[in-house]
Nanobody
């Protein structure tokens, strides 16, 4: 079955950086789109970034220029590089493959 395992979250100060990783298994990784979502306390889960099998990417307006999604097909892994972190980026970040979700990784940005 599909498994998505996130890592890389943590506590960081405003302006800091993190790199989130999502190790995928149970499907043909090179097919289809991979995405990162986030959910802050009391808010709905929202799409942060998506990368298609051909390498094209989409970003939420709130993260454009600060977040970069990438994929390593040899490692079945998708990454989210997060720079210039803001307190409003605090959330649980989830890896997504269509109807499949990882367990999430917490990102907390202190002001």
């Amino acid at each position: 079955q599909v498994q998505l395992v996130e890592s890389g979250g943590g506590l960081v100060q405003t302006g800091g950086s993190l790199r989130l990783s999502c190790a995928a298994s149970g499907f043909i990784f090179t097919f289809g789109a991979m995405a990162w979502y986030r959910q802050a306390p009391g808010k709905q889960r929202e799409l942060v970034a998506r990368i298609w099998s051909g390498g094209s990417t989409d970003y939420a307006d709130s993260v454009k220029g600060r977040f970069t999604i990438s994929r390593d097909n040899a490692k079945n892994t998708v990454y989210l590089q997060i720079n210039s972190l803001k307190p409003e980026d605090t959330a649980v970040y989830y890896c997504n493959y269509y109807s499949n979700w990882g367990q999430g990784t917490q990102v907390t940005v202190s002001s």
